[in-house]
Nanobody
Framework: QVQLVESGGGLVQAGGSLRLSCAAS????????MGWFRQAPGKEREFVAA?????GSTHYTDPRFTIQRDKGKNTVYLQMNSLKPEDTAIYYC?????????????????????WGQGTQVTVSS
């Protein structure tokens, strides 16, 4: 089992930045690819970014966002810059089903086994 707890969300003006954190506990965090997804009201959960277990491969949908992981702290981060009102959503981090797999990490919710409870990000115009 892996437990994931997101933090760092909040209210920010358009053009601002936020850094989300996802702290992991339980089974060895470093073996999993990690992803960030978001879900706005009335919309499906969508992929934002992911990083492989080694940190050597990343996958993004938007160059404004950057994902990093700190294995020593069992934490993965999502840096979000130049935020827009349409970025408003609940942001979730997730740990993959697969372990120790190199290459581009998955972008589908079904690629991920463990999920956090989410953190709200609201961007005002």
């Amino acid at each position: 089992q892996v437990q994931l707890v997101e933090s760092g969300g909040g209210l920010v003006q358009a053009g601002g930045s936020l850094r989300l954190s996802c702290a992991a506990s339980g089974q060895s965090f470093s073996r999993y690819a990690m992803g960030w997804f978001r879900q706005a009201p009335g919309k499906e959960r969508e992929f934002v970014a992911a990083i492989s277990w080694s940190g050597g491969s990343t996958h993004y949908t938007d160059p404004r966002f950057t994902i990093q992981r700190d294995k020593g702290k069992n934490t993965v981060y999502l840096q979000m810059n130049s935020l827009k009102p349409e970025d408003t959503a609940i942001y979730y981090c997730a740990a993959s089903w697969s372990t120790f797999v190199d290459g581009t990490p998955g972008a589908l919710p079904d690629d991920y086994r463990y999920w956090g409870q989410g953190t709200q990000v609201t961007v005002s115009s």
